[in-house]
């Protein structure tokens, strides 16, 4: 059974780029059957799809977030990352990474989904 685990720092101050890890055990990110996600929710936004790589290293990315978010994948360490240039108190919010058959998630209901990791953006 697949498990996903987030982490990095908990605090991030605005302007500075925010960087997550997702370690994947018990499943390869090299399988092609699925996409590689972050998500993040905030009671302010709710549930937000952020991006998605493929095992290919094809990347998608929300257009809402124009060009600050960047995926990218460690083969040898089994772990996929998140860097999200520029922040703001805006982007304070609990960050998932999710493996799932399609490159875009919009519930909880779909994929496996690490347990989250809370990322708080202040001075």
């Known amino acids: 059974q697949v498990q996903l685990q987030e982490s990095g720092p908990g605090l991030v101050k605005p302007s500075q780029t925010l960087s997550l890890t997702c370690t994947v055990s018990?499943?390869?990110?090299?399988?092609?059957?699925?996409?590689w996600i972050w998500m993040r929710q905030s009671p302010r936004k709710g549930l937000e799809w952020i991006g998605a790589i493929a095992s290919s290293g094809s990347t998608y990315y929300s257009p809402a977030l124009k060009s600050r978010p960047s995926i990218s994948m460690d083969t040898a360490k089994n772990q996929f990352t998140l860097q999200l240039t520029s922040v703001t108190p805006a982007d304070t919010a609990v960050y998932y990474c999710?493996?799932?058959?399609?490159?875009?998630?919009?519930?909880?209901?779909?994929?496996?989904w690490g347990q989250g990791t809370q990322v708080t953006v202040s001075s």
């Open positions: 018990g499943g390869s990110i090299t399988d092609n059957n699925y996409y």
């Open positions: 999710v493996r799932a058959t399609s490159v875009v998630v919009r519930s909880t209901d779909s994929g496996s």
